[in-house]
Nanobody
Framework: QVQLVESGGGLVQAGGSLRLSCAAS????????MTWYRQAPGKQRELVVV???????KVADSVKGRFTISRDNAKNTMYLRMNSLKPEDTGVYYC??????????????WGQGTQVTVSS
């Protein structure tokens, strides 16, 4: 069984920074991609940044230049460094992973989400 556990959310003032983590555990053979999504109150979930193994990260225009994704493949962990935060960055941030997992054809997994609140 695979688990994705996010951490690092919290309350921060506008202009501040946070670093989110997403750690994947279980019978993971390989990682195809890891993605951060977010969902603001009353809005649809939106893609923030995707890291495709062997490729360049794709970053949403709304966070370009402020958010940076990185991965520690040895730890099956993805990080999201968020700088110059704005109130509109507020929402629940979800980690999604596209994995190859031993013993199953299931490939997409979600974390439970971590709340980010940016005050003005």
């Amino acid at each position: 069984q695979v688990q994705l556990v996010e951490s690092g959310g919290g309350l921060v003032q506008a202009g501040g920074s946070l670093r989110l983590s997403c750690a994947a555990s279980g019978s993971i053979v390989s990682i195809n991609a890891m993605t951060w999504y977010r969902q603001a109150p009353g809005k649809q979930r939106e893609l923030v940044v995707v890291s495709i193994s062997g490729g360049e990260p794709k970053v949403a225009d709304s966070v370009k230049g402020r958010f940076t994704i990185s991965r520690d493949n040895a730890k099956n962990t993805m990080y999201l460094r968020m700088n110059s935060l704005k109130p509109e960055d507020t929402g629940v941030y979800y980690c999604n992973a596209d994995l190859v997992v031993a013993g199953t054809n299931e490939s997409h997994y979600w974390g439970q989400g971590t709340q980010v609140t940016v005050s003005s």
